[in-house]
């Protein structure tokens, strides 16, 4: 039986997680359900972003269904942002991305790509300070075992989804220790796994633009942490936008749900919160952690005929209560 750790977090947050809670137990009527406390509101009332209970909660389940956290843009003695904090202290060492082209809310079609981004390390190492006055240093770290960790992930994925082309992303020719750790490893298992001849490689700033000039080029992505925040976002314009980006944070035993979203301040509380992004995410929980294919697919093609069925693709006008029953209505 798959219990699932539920984490709202702040501001639009616990309004997108109970819409993907639904939808998904609608295909998993068995599903076993607990709540835990994180993010600004959390540090506000206890201190603590992410409190010892909520680790112990997410290892206890070995899965979760993170909302949105707000995170304030100064420095906060004893804060961090807390997706970073549960990625790391869960080891969550991989970031699974997809996007892919929907109907009406896409502005290309034949877009079917997945970023799978390094989730623990590299810039957000979280090693950074003021050396002196006016000089502040960040240090940008890559072991090769997360490399291990990503480029296994990587072959277990491509061969799921048959992948037809897997592109390594980085600046080795800057960054030739780091990158060039990155990219030797991911080569090394790729092609251990016979996966050689379709491995291609690009310059992180080249891959920006290729991505936005001919994202049908690209099937699944290998990065580094940082490169592949940025790079996902990019790439999610061509799924819809950020109200339809779905992120799954991905270690072994225990995987996290995260709409690429954050807490929306601006809409909280409206009612107008798009949960598709969400709902996406725990299908990625159902397909790549809990091997539920078919419930993953279940939950992906209601939301495809949800949007075919839509006229109009005006999502301010829609309330998160109506494309919930939308999906729902939708499902097979
Ligand atoms: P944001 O993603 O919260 O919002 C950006 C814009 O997109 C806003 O206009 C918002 O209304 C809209 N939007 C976002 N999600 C939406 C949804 N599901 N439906 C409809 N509209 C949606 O990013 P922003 O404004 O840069 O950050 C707000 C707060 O969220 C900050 O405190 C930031 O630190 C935090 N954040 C948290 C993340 C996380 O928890 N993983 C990720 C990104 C930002
Ligand atoms: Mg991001």
Redesign the pocket.
């Known amino acids: 039986m798959q219990r699932l750790c539920v984490i709202p977090?702040d501001?639009?947050g616990s309004e997108?997680t109970e819409a993907a809670v639904t939808v998904l137990q609608a295909v998993l009527p068995q599903l076993v359900l607990e709540e835990a406390d994180a993010g600004w509101g959390c540090f506000q009332r206890t201190g603590e972003a992410v409190p010892q209970a909520t680790l112990e909660t997410m290892k206890r389940c070995g899965a979760g269904l993170f909302g949105?956290?707000?995170?304030?843009m100064h420095a906060v003695a004893g804060y961090r942002s807390a997706?970073v904090t549960l990625r790391q202290r869960l080891q969550l060492t991989v970031n699974v991305r997809p996007v892919r082209s929907r109907p009406l809310v896409s502005p290309k079609r034949g877009v079917d790509l997945l970023i799978l981004r390094e989730n623990s390390e590299c810039l957000y190492s979280g090693r950074e300070r003021l050396d002196r006055d006016g000089v502040a240093v960040a240090e940008r770290v890559i072991t090769r075992d997360a490399c291990l960790a990503l480029a296994e992930r990587a072959v277990k994925v491509a061969k799921e989804r048959g992948a037809w082309r897997i592109t390594l992303v980085h600046k080795a020719n800057v960054l030739p220790l780091t990158c060039g750790l990155f990219r030797d490893t991911c080569k090394a298992v790729l092609a251990d796994a016979g996966f050689a001849p379709i491995v291609d490689e690009r310059l992180v700033d080249v891959a920006a633009l290729q991505l936005a000039e001919a994202p049908e080029r690209f099937d699944l992505i290998l990065t580094t942490n940082l490169f592949g925040d940025i790079l996902s976002d990019l790439a999610a314009h061509w799924a819809g936008g950020?109200?339809l980006a779905p992120s799954l944070n991905w270690g072994n035993g225990c995987a996290l749900a995260?709409?690429?979203?954050?807490?929306?301040?601006?809409?909280a509380g409206t009612g107008?919160?798009?949960?598709l992004?969400a709902i996406l995410s725990a299908a990625l929980l159902l397909r790549h952690h809990w091997g539920l294919n078919d419930e993953a697919e279940r939950i992906e093609q209601a939301v495809e005929r949800f949007l075919g069925k839509e006229r109009r693709v005006d999502?301010a006008g829609q309330t998160t209560r109506k494309i919930t029953l939308g999906v729902l209505a939708a499902l097979e």
Do not use: M, Y
Not at 68 to 72: G, I, L
Not at 272 to 275: D, E, F, H, K, W
């Open positions: 977090g501001g639009i997108v949105a956290v707000q995170s304030p997706i950020l109200g995260e709409p690429v979203h954050g807490s929306a301040p601006d809409i107008r919160a798009n949960p992004a999502f």
